[in-house]
């Protein structure tokens, strides 16, 4: 089966200003990653990995150069038209979870589809399945100070997929294999599975299916 391109850069360049110093933090990346696959971003501190993060995920613009997510050219869109873009298409797994503290599990991981409108019929049973999925039934009415460090990471990992996103970014994050540091658990198998499978991702010994990407000082290796 042929896959589409879900990203593809062109000749991109970012840069950043400390007072009078330019830091050119992408120097001229090119490519592209197709659909149903696993890309990792390697490199050492100060390589560009977080502001390509940041590119992909339209929360940042390049300085110059071509951006195109999911057969958009998010180059071109307004601030309001890329906000709407990332609410609907893109779905984020940050490093230090960002969950709303005030809100409770079922309530963190509902946001992204109040943010999209979604009928309330389809967000009680995206939400249910997502719980279902992620290990947390029965945790629903718990804020993030009632969980452990896992368990939080689960709720950040639902609230990224609930809303099916064509894109999932992880921010350092081996999400399929999160240790439950307090309780000594691991998150299940089956939970493993449905995870790649809310994210559209072929499970297959395919080898060839995962794409490495190495930055060195802003450049694709």
Known sequence: MKREEIVAFHNVHKSHHLGEVEIKALRGISFSVKSEKF???VGKS????STLLNLIGAIDSPTYGEITINGIKINSLSDDKLSDFRAKHIGHIFQNFNLMPVLNVYENIEYPLLMINEKKEIIIKKVSDM???VGLKGLEKHI???LSGGQRQRVAIARA?????SLVLADELD???EIDKDEGTFVEEKSSVDIRSKLNFQINDDQDDDVILFLHLGKHE
């Open 46 to 49: 100060g390589s560009g990995k």
């Open 39 to 41: 890309t990792f971003i």
């Open 161 to 165: 997929l609930v809303k099916e996103p």
């Open 144 to 146: 993030p100070s009632e």
């Open 175 to 177: 999400f399929l294999d």
């Open 131 to 133: 719980i279902d999925a």
